[in-house]
C-alpha cells in the first residue's frame, strides 16, 4: 500500500473548446446527392455476393452457394428498402 496523495493515471488534461470549432465539418457539402451514400455499396455487394453464390453453384458446393445467397438477400433487401433510392 502506498502512502500519499492518489492520482488517476487515466485522467487527461481537458481539451479547449477552440480545437473542435478549428476541425473542418466533412458531413457539409453543398453538391446534392442523387443517390444515398449506402446505396451503391449496397449494390455493388449485392452483386459480388450473387457473383459468389453463381460460382460455388457451378463448382457443386450448394452450402456455400446458399451462404452467399442469403447475404446476396440481405443487401438486395436494403437496397429495396430505402425510399430515396427509387
Not at 453543398?30 to 452483386?47: H, I, L, M, S, V
Not at 457473383?51 to 450448394?62: D, H, M, P
Amino acid at each position: 500500500m502506498q502512502n500519499g496523495p492518489r492520482t488517476n493515471m487515466n485522467a487527461r488534461p481537458p481539451r479547449p473548446t477552440s480545437s473542435f470549432n478549428a476541425r473542418p465539418k466533412r458531413w457539409t457539402s453543398n453538391a446534392p446527392r442523387t443517390e444515398p451514400k449506402g446505396f451503391q455499396n449496397a449494390q455493388r455487394n449485392y452483386e459480388k455476393y450473387l457473383a459468389l453464390a453463381r460460382a460455388e453453384t457451378l463448382n457443386g458446393n450448394t452450402v456455400d452457394a446458399e451462404n452467399y445467397y442469403q447475404y446476396a438477400e440481405h443487401y438486395y433487401r436494403s437496397m429495396s428498402s430505402d425510399p430515396e433510392a427509387k
